[in-house]
């Protein structure tokens, strides 16, 4: 059914369709089972997605930061990749804004921290 369908479309689509029909019956007979599924395999495609986004961002890091990483890799310290401020999140902080860092650990991985400034 295609989105903003009028109540007049919806209503003809419902009259043409044959609910004596297998398919019909069979679609109502497993429709929770039908959903579940949907619903699963639209997670498994989000998380594919986010999955390969961060893989992206990494790789684009390591690109932008190459020292840092290699730094960080060396010394087993985590190093600073890019810092900035940001209105604060959290409205039970006196301050307006807070100060975001984002940094490198020794194995790759990417993490930002959040300080109220």
Not at 48 to 69: A, L, V
Request: glycine residues 6%; charged residues 50%; neutral net charge.
């Amino acid at each position: 059914m295609k989105r903003g369908a009028k109540t007049e479309e919806i209503i003809a689509i419902g009259e043409e369709i044959d609910h004596e029909s297998e398919d019909y019956k069979f679609m109502k007979a497993h429709k929770s089972e039908i959903l579940r599924t949907l619903k699963r395999r639209k997670a498994e495609e989000e998380e594919r997605k986010n999955k390969e986004y961060k893989e992206d961002f990494r790789k684009r890091m390591k690109g932008e930061y190459p020292d840092q990483f290699e730094k960080a890799k060396e010394t087993g310290i985590d190093q600073e990749i890019g810092s900035w401020t940001e209105p604060c999140r959290d409205r039970k902080e006196d301050a307006n804004i807070e100060l975001v860092v984002r940094y490198v650990r020794p194995d790759g991985t990417i993490y930002v921290k959040r300080q109220p400034c």
